[in-house]
């Protein structure tokens, strides 16, 4: 029995946010229902892209899938029967596409006063700038992050994933199972909303209550750290070494690996302070003497030593190193069509729990199979079909 199994979640998402959120809990066994709309009714490619490429592999896993046409009258008659038996409904429409649905907390929670609505939505459910459609990288230059990313000087830079879709998927996810919580002590469901806006501001973390207590406004600081010296990328002999040394102490551990106690006797070197505001000279300090050496010495020296450091990897180095082996975050999931696929696994250790290994389902897979667990006959599901609500 997995922690999640008692729960139904009918999954309405689409793209990457949504889906991150209602991943959350298909791993964790939850008995999550996707729907999509049938083919003759979606005729385009889908949003997600290629429904067996990587992308839309890794966000639908351990789901079973159904199709349902919500714009057709039995259709959303359909969906609504279901909502009576669920305990979670999750979309990332614009927020007035569930109002014309008829599908809006009001409307679910009249069904069933238990179910949880969880939301996604670019700029928040009301407001000036509500019906606007949302994206992960225009969350990320009006949230702040692209004004901070990058060298000093280049101009805004994306991240290199899409941090307001992800953030905003998991924030959803930990609003609904604080809201499971709270219902079983109330007995009644909540309506959880978040969007890519919010979702990214709430991660700029640090950096947004840099102006918000002390009207600092961020910077670009490239591979620096904003405010923890010396930290950053130092080239080697072949490559560059990450490393993380704030503080008095940890900056005298990296004076004795790298052998510079009279170098670092200079005044402008005395404290955090003079190190912050000479971050120039210290770094140039550093990078004398780590192109003497190769990056795996240095990552040797600086880790026995009790000082955060580590290589760069590109993607193919991340799963070859033998740390991320041994945590087995390669993934193998078996897939009818594809054979074996490998995944990335969910970080999160519960022990004792072996997360489940279902695959992405084709469009509809599962129809006959889930609506039969919520009343629907055969007889009844010829004519849903025939009917185009299905």
């Known amino acids: ?10 999954d309405l998402t689409r793209v990457r946010a949504g889906p991150t959120c209602v991943r959350q809990l298909a791993d964790w066994g939850a008995n999550v229902i996707k729907i999509e709309a049938p083919e003759e009714v979606d005729t385009g ?11 839309f592999q890794h966000v639908h896993r351990n789901k079973r899938g159904i199709t349902l046409n919500l714009k057709h009258p039995d259709g959303l008659a359909l969906f609504r029967r279901m909502v009576a038996k669920a305990d979670v409904v999750v979309e990332n429409y614009r927020p007035d596409v569930k109002d014309r649905l008829g599908i809006n907390y009001e409307a679910l929670s009249a069904i069933n006063p238990r179910i949880v609505l969880g939301s996604i939505s670019g700029f928040g459910q009301d407001g000036p700038y509500a019906k606007r459609p949302g994206f992960d990288q225009i969350a990320q230059g009006m949230g702040g992050l692209m004004s901070v990313t990058g060298l000093p000087g280049q101009g805004p830079v994306r ?11 998991l924030y959803c996810a930990i609003g609904i199972l604080v809201a499971l919580l709270e219902r ?26 840099r102006w ?10 490239g591979n620096d750290h904003p405010t923890t010296i010396p930290t950053g990328l130092f080239r080697t002999k072949d490559g560059v ?6 503080g008095g102490e940890m900056w005298k551990r990296i004076v004795g690996v790298l052998g510079i106690e009279e170098q670092a006797k200079d005044p402008d070197m005395a404290t955090d302070a003079l190190r912050s505001r000479n971050r120039a000279k210290v770094n140039a300090l550093i990078q004398s003497v780590t192109e ?7 990552v040797r020296a600086f880790n026995e030593a009790g000082v955060p450091c580590g290589p760069v990897y590109t993607m193919d180095q991340v799963f070859a190193d033998e740390q991320v082996r041994h945590l087995g975050l390669a993934w193998p999931v078996p897939h009818p069509r594809l054979g074996e696929v490998t995944l990335v696994r969910a970080p ?43």
Do not use: C, Y
């Open 1 to 10: 029995m997995l922690p999640l199994a008692r729960f139904t979640v009918l």
């Open 45 to 55: 490619s889908g949003l997600g892209g290629d429904r067996h490429g990587p992308d």
């Open 159 to 169: 991240a290199g994933i899409p941090v307001a879709d992800l953030s905003a998927g």
């Open 184 to 209: 079983e002590a109330t007995g009644r469901g909540r309506w959880v909303h978040v969007s890519l806006l919010e979702a990214m501001v709430a991660m700029m973390d640090f950096q947004a209550t």
């Open 212 to 221: 918000t207590m002390k009207g600092e406004v961020p910077q670009q600081a």
């Open 241 to 246: 070494v990450n490393i993380a040394g704030g």
């Open 292 to 298: 003497t050496r190769t990056t795996a010495e240095w």
């Open 348 to 390: 999160m250790n519960i022990v004792g729990v072996e997360p489940p290994r279902r695959p992405t389902p084709e469009r509809g897979e599962h129809t006959a199979e889930v609506l039969a667990e919520f009343g629907v006959t055969e007889q009844e599901l010829r004519e849903l079909r025939a009917k185009g609500a299905v």
